[in-house]
Nanobody, 125 residues
């Protein structure tokens, strides 16, 4: 079975940090392109960050550049999203997604075949 499980969300204050994890089972994660998406209350789902197959080239939305870092641990078959300097507008459910494709950037949502159930991030004072 192919499965993605997100974890690491929680309630933090502005300026704090969180590290989200996306653990994969049923496939080897470094053979897939991985992306993080988020959906805030009343808003459409948006792309946040992505990491390519093999070489691990990374991509970021303008709203998180300089604050978020995506990385992959092949030994643990897990992708991480380190989130620093969090803002209230970062509040959302965060999802990871995977597809067996290579792309120069984050692909449209419809290209991703596998999705996790999401983890809630709330940034509030």
């Amino acid at each position: 079975q192919v499965r993605l499980v997100e974890s690491g969300g929680g309630l933090v204050q502005p300026g704090d940090s969180l590290r989200l994890s996306c653990a994969a089972s049923g496939f080897t994660l470094d053979e897939y392109a991985i992306a993080w998406f988020r959906q805030a209350p009343g808003k459409e789902r948006e792309a946040v960050s992505g990491i390519n197959n093999k070489a691990g080239r990374t991509y970021y939305a303008d709203s998180v550049k300089g604050r978020f870092t995506i990385s992959r641990d092949n030994a643990e078959n897990t992708v991480y999203l380190q989130m620093n300097s969090l803002r209230p507008e970062d509040t959302a459910v965060y999802y990871c997604a995977a597809v067996d494709l290579v792309a120069a950037g984050i692909l449209p949502e419809g290209e991703y075949d596998y999705w996790g159930q999401g983890t809630q991030v709330t940034v509030s004072s």
